[in-house]
């Protein structure tokens, strides 16, 4: 039973690295926090990552290095180092840290970039992982996943494709789904990704959609979840929209779909 619990609060720190901290979390005998929590190296350098004990007890903390992958719908998830792994290529000093109930030390983080790497975004995660407290009456180990992204020197590859557009049904809502290929070689963040939903007939627009902020990682995909607010009958079209960064273009697409 213990075990299991282990691995419940494994996974939940690992997708919530990035939120805020909880206000009430000085008062769990057990609390973790990062920052940042998402640390970009370009080339060969280092950062430094805040490590807090925000917990009432002492906690020793085992630091270590893991494969990372996003699913489609943007969770994170430990996985075997791949081949745009950057795991081997990390340093972390030190490899474990002794924090007394709301005290914070520093983790350094540095990349050694092979001279044979592919250009663009390698991804690992550094891993914070608690032991049980000598003498609890419940053990309980807190795991955080930080997320650290190395850019290799060389030729900088953009390349989004919107792909299939469809209809689904998740949790009693409807929504639209937008499936996204990266076949570039760096992470793209898409944010404030929108699409617009007109009657294909008249052109009179239905709604307007948006889509939460994520991640892709080169060379995969992911789906982007548009959620619909208002019951829609017939043919529409919806153009979906990612805006451009400073110096590049926005991508636009054009769908017709029939509710």
């Known amino acids: 039973m213990i075990g299991h619990g282990v691995r419940l609060l494994t996974v939940l720190a690992l997708a919530l690295a990035s939120v805020p901290a909880d206000p009430g979390a000085a008062r769990k005998p057990v609390a973790l926090m990062a920052a940042p929590a998402r640390v970009v190296l370009a080339g060969t350098t280092r950062a ?17 290095r893991a494969g990372f992958a996003l699913t489609l719908r943007g969770r994170p998830r430990i996985v ?27 983790l350094l983080v540095s990349a050694s970039v092979p001279r044979k790497a592919e250009p663009g975004d390698h991804d690992a995660l550094v891993l914070l992982t608690t032991r049980p407290s000598a003498g609890a009456r419940v053990a309980v180990r807190v ?8 850019r290799a020197p060389g030729t ?57 902020r994520r991640d892709v990682r080169p060379h995969s995909q992911g789906i982007l979840e548009f959620r619909l607010r208002r019951l829609m009958r017939g043919a529409v079209s919806v153009g979906v929209v990612i805006p451009g960064a400073p110096g590049r273009s926005a991508i636009r697409r054009t769908y017709a779909i029939r509710f």
């Open 48 to 64: 430094a990552v805040r490590v807090t004990n925000s917990g009432t007890r002492r906690v020793v903390v085992d630091v270590s």
């Open 80 to 106: 075997r180092r791949g081949a745009r792994s950057a795991a081997s290529w990390l340093k972390l000093r030190p490899k474990h840290l002794a924090l007394p109930a709301r005290k914070s030390a520093s």
């Open 143 to 150: 795991r955080l996943g930080v997320v650290v992204i190395v």
């Open 156 to 212: 900088v590859v953009r390349r989004l494709e919107l792909r299939r557009l469809w209809v689904a049904r998740r949790g009693g809502r409807r929504l639209l789904e937008l499936r996204v290929v990266n076949r570039g070689n760096v992470t793209e963040t898409l944010a404030r990704v929108h699409a617009t939903v007109s009657r294909v007939r008249t052109g009179r627009r239905l709604a307007t959609l948006g889509a939460a």
